[in-house]
């Protein structure tokens, strides 16, 4: 089992910079895929955002935030960043973390194994 808790959402102007963080709890913290995803208030989709292998070692972001946002993982202290630059009131939404034991992260966000409750990220103009 495992648990996860994103923080660092908040409101800010366009143009600047906010930084995510998703605390995994469980020792095998290392042995899973991780991602991001986020819902805009009136959408049903949950969009995929980014992804990070276990290792670290690839990744993978939807058109909308390439070259903008950069996620990062931290296997000793069990969290993954999502450093969001250049923001945009577009960006506005709820962001979830998730995880995928032995395997990418899935596009579709419940076929994950495990995701967390959000955080609102809202980006005024």
């Known amino acids: 089992q495992v648990q996860l808790v994103e923080s660092g959402g908040g409101l800010v102007q366009a143009g600047v910079s906010l930084r995510l963080s998703c605390a995994a709890s469980?020792?095998?913290?290392?042995?899973?895929?991780m991602g991001w995803f986020r819902q805009a208030r009136g959408k049903e989709e949950t969009e995929f955002v980014a992804?990070?292998?276990?290792?670290?070692?690839?990744?993978r972001y939807a058109d909308s935030v390439k070259g903008r946002f950069t996620i990062s993982r931290d296997n000793a202290k069990n969290t993954v960043y999502l450093q969001m630059n250049s923001l945009k009131p577009e960006d506005t939404a709820v962001y979830y973390c998730?995880?995928?034991?032995?395997?990418?992260?899935?596009?579709?966000?419940?076929?994950?194994?495990?995701w967390g409750q959000g955080t609102q990220v809202t980006v005024s103009s």
């Open positions: 998730a995880a995928r034991r032995n395997g990418l992260i899935l596009p579709k966000f419940r076929l994950n194994n495990y």
């Open positions: 992804a990070i292998s276990w290792t670290g070692g690839s990744t």
């Open positions: 469980g020792r095998t913290f290392s042995s899973y895929a």
